[in-house]
């Protein structure tokens, strides 16, 4: 069972490059979540996609696009990475019921702005 | 804007010890709590949810307790293992599709 898959696992970018994350899930969600973790913090959701064709921002979006391509994939792009960007970024899918939604989580991609 | 603490941030016990794990909440309108485990590199893991009507889970070892009048959550282990090892994080759910995440309690069992 693979559940959430995130590539690349690692990456290191110059500051104003660009690079795009990618995120799949085979669980047949409808929503799926990209959220960064820093030292010390716990995860803050960036954007959130309740279903396929929508999306929107959560609590820290400023510098980041996001794609729903379909069900299964959700990417999060980096147009022009600063340091500050630097930190482990979480995919998560669910189902969505309201009162019961648990996430699932992929294993983090490691990134490092330099 | 909901806010969630834990406490303490890092806790070192011997195996064999039952512990407990805080969490509290600013804001009491949430649909449901949950608790994560994280291992080191690793992702989350989602070991209990409580709904919002609920008082408390259990699985195994572990049970978590819900006090939404207050704005609190316990999670409790039972005699606890070198394999429990890891970072446990609660989560709020106040909107059905957004999760508040508290800043994680390092936990180390020694054996």
């Known amino acids: 069972n693979a559940g959430v898959t995130q590539t690349p696992k690692f990456q290191v970018l110059k500051t104003g490059q660009s690079m795009t994350l990618q995120c799949a899930q085979d669980m047949n969600h409808n929503s799926m979540y990209w959220y960064r973790q820093d030292p010390g913090m716990g995860l803050r959701l960036i954007y959130y996609?309740?279903?396929?064709?929508?999306?929107d921002k959560g609590e820290v979006p400023n510098g980041y696009n996001v794609s729903r391509l379909n069900k299964r994939e959700f990417s999060l792009r980096l147009e022009s990475a600063a340091p500050s960007q630097t930190s482990v970024y979480f995919c998560?899918?669910?189902?969505?019921?309201?009162?019961?939604?648990?996430?699932?989580f992929g294993a983090g991609t490691r990134l490092s702005v330099l | 804007k909901q806010e969630v603490t834990q406490i303490p941030a890092a806790l070192s016990v011997p195996e064999g010890e039952n512990l407990v794990l805080n969490c509290s909440f600013t804001d009491s309108a949430i649909y449901n709590l949950q608790w994560f485990r994280q291992d080191p590199g690793k992702g989350l893991t989602s070991l209990l949810l409580i709904q919002s009507s609920q008082r408390e889970q259990t699985s195994g070892r572990l049970n978590a307790s819900l006090d939404k009048s207050s704005g609190r959550s316990t999670l409790y282990i039972a005699a606890s293992q070198p394999g429990d090892s890891a970072t446990y994080l609660c989560a709020v759910d106040n909107a059905g599709n957004m999760l508040t995440f508290g800043g994680g309690t390092r936990l180390m069992v020694k054996p």
């Open positions: 996609s309740a279903s396929e064709g929508t999306t």
């Open positions: 998560a899918s669910s189902e969505q019921r309201l009162a019961k939604n648990i996430q699932y």
